[in-house]
């Protein structure tokens, strides 16, 4: 059943090429072409970058350097989503970048939505098979890591002063200068690491006290199926402690 889906999937994806490159005025061998340049792009950029967000523009930009029509851009952009997820089991999830609180409406509603958009790959793989084949355990303390500070801003209400932040960090044993730390090295960086991937955004807002710099959720983190993770990894800490305090 498993393999009928999967030649059915791609028999249908062959199919919209083929319609495709009729209205483009295009060749299939230059359609072909375009969208493995794209599936490139996506797999060697996520590695590079430690998954950070691709952006839309610069995919599309791939496209335009040599072709000029109107919608080939989203047309090959979806085609090489659709073959990362039947050929490699990967989701190209598209987030919307989103502003901080506290910048004004009016600058939101002038932001070009295409130019705010990007892309994150997700494995579609069952757990066990992912843990077996892909799950790298060298970084797993990185993913700990992003678990625990997106859930101390989450806990906050979604936002937190700096110097809140670490206090909490410190509690932890995890200290601002420290730039050798076992597991994280930096740990400066390993903070700001998670501004570039969007986990978190900073906001810089203006009080009676002067500035002051806040870490709040953006968009990756707000992101449907991550974000009731980390409300269910929450609620298991907080299921724990309840129990520790009635057992004692």
Not at 113 to 136: G, M, N, R
């Amino acid at each position: 059943m498993v393999k009928l889906s999967s030649i059915t999937l791609i028999s249908c994806i062959a199919g919209r090429m083929a319609n495709a490159t009729e209205d483009f005025g295009i060749s299939k061998e230059e359609m072909d072409k375009l969208v493995g340049e794209v599936m490139r792009y996506i797999l060697f950029k996520t590695h590079q970058t430690s998954g950070c967000p691709i952006k839309r523009e610069e995919l599309t930009q791939l496209v335009t350097k040599s072709y000029h029509q109107r919608n080939l851009p989203a047309s090959v952009i979806n085609e090489a989503k659709e073959k990362l997820s039947s050929i490699f089991g990967y989701e190209v999830r598209e987030l919307q970048r989103c502003q901080p609180s506290s910048k004004n409406q009016m600058r939101l509603s002038q932001q070009n939505v295409s130019d705010s958009k990007s892309y994150i790959l997700i494995s579609q793989l069952p757990p066990d098979a992912y843990k077996k084949f892909v799950f790298d355990v060298n970084t797993a303390h990185l993913t700990g890591f992003t678990f625990v500070i997106v859930g101390i801003v989450y806990l906050a209400g979604g936002k937190i002063p700096e110097e809140s932040l670490w206090n909490h960090m410190k509690r932890m044993g995890l200290f601002e200068n420290e730039q050798s730390h076992p597991d994280l090295g930096n740990v400066k960086q390993a903070l700001e690491s998670l501004v570039l991937q969007r986990y978190l955004q900073k906001d810089k807002v203006n009080s009676p006290e002067g500035n002051i710099l806040y870490y709040e959720l953006a968009e990756r983190a707000l992101d449907g199926p991550l974000s009731e993770r980390i409300k269910e990894y929450i609620t298991q800490i907080v299921k724990n402690d309840n129990v520790s305090v009635g057992a004692q």
